[in-house]
């Protein structure tokens, strides 16, 4: 009989093979962990490698569970709250210890999420230092190598050892000079226009990977620069656009004004992803939980869909 390697299993692996019980479907079981369907797919491909089962068979538009899935529904539950009793009698102080941490992540993310982190760190005297280095478009490397602890983007990386969330979600919008121009009212309009793009150091540029399903609508830039800081100083005083996430009105697009775009696009979602080595790690699980707080903050503040100077909204 094939003896099962039980020391690749941990509780994401455990939780997500349930909700994928729960759900009968990849799909759902995604929505409903906040995760890519590419994620949960790495995760049953190991579990089906750990337990050599199928696990899941496909059964019309959704899955049935083979018997030894079925046999494992509540072993994995008394597991998961096993883990979560030996957590919950774990003690972690912030204020206990110091702490550092390197998170990749490009300056968009970087500047909505965790100035406030600072600043509340800062009042309760939690000795937390940070170390915040570029994402572009990230690779497995950049955690399973160690070279960072944890990294926020639109395009998580996915492999069976890293863990993501979604964060929040926004739509990509037209940013530009209120005082020169007018929002594009159509595609044409749009083609027409000049503009000012980032092209990330490490690969990609921001609108051409967001905006993936709608890239037949993107010109060709007039301006790349290297990070989202870059883009007023080209913009202001100007008639060309920028095409960036909507809560770029919260940070180093506030003084332009934002608009829809005049073309359907889906809306993009900002992931947190880190490795499952560092799940259970009390201080590497409070530093998710006051980045997913400072997040709820973020989705909170949508502005109405028509044109708006942003210049005056900031988040408190």
């Known amino acids: 009989m094939r003896e099962i390697d039980f020391h690749q ?47 899941f068979v496909r059964s019309g538009q959704g899955l049935t569970p083979t018997e ?24 972690f ?34 000795r937390l230092s940070l170390e915040l280095i570029p994402s572009g478009v990230p690779s497995v490397a950049l955690l399973r190598d160690s070279r960072c602890d944890l990294i926020l983007t639109p395009l998580p990386p996915d492999a069976p050892d890293l863990i993501q969330q979604k964060l929040f979600s926004g739509m990509m919008k037209c940013f530009f000079d209120g005082e ?41 830039p007039k301006i790349t620069v290297s990070n989202f800081a870059g883009i007023t100083s080209f913009i202001r005083g100007t ?6 996430l909507e809560y770029m009105r919260l940070s180093s697009l506030r003084e ?20 499952e080595r560092s799940n259970n790690d009390p201080a590497h699980k409070w530093l998710r939980d006051n980045v997913r707080q400072i997040a709820g903050k973020i989705e909170r503040l949508k502005l109405p869909e028509e044109a708006v100077s942003v210049g005056t909204h900031q988040m408190s």
Request: charged residues 25%; glycine residues 4%.
């Open 68 to 91: 030894t899935a079925l046999s494992l529904k509540t072993p994995a539950r008394d597991v998961l709250n096993r883990l979560k009793g030996l957590t919950d009698q774990r003690q």
């Open 239 to 244: 008639k060309m656009l920028s095409t960036q």
């Open 9 to 55: 299993l941990d509780g994401q692996i455990l939780r997500t093979f349930l909700v994928i019980l729960e759900e009968s479907s990849v799909s759902r079981a995604a929505e409903r962990l906040e995760v890519t369907q590419s994620a949960v797919s790495h995760t049953l491909a190991k579990l089906r490698r750990i337990f050599g089962d199928p696990l």
């Open 256 to 275: 332009l004004t934002q608009a829809p775009l005049p073309f359907e696009s889906e809306p993009v979602s900002i992931f947190m992803v880190w490795h």
């Open 180 to 220: 020169e121009t007018e929002p594009p009212g159509s595609i044409q309009d749009y083609q027409l226009a000049e503009h000012v793009t980032v092209h990330f150091a490490l690969g990609g540029a921001s609108d051409e990977v967001l905006v993936a399903p709608d890239l037949q609508h993107i010109p060709k």
């Open 93 to 126: 102080d912030p204020k206990s210890e110091a702490m550092h941490f390197v998170i990749a992540a490009n300056d968009m993310q970087r500047d909505l999420i965790f100035p406030e982190i600072v600043r509340s760190t800062h009042d309760q005297d939690i």
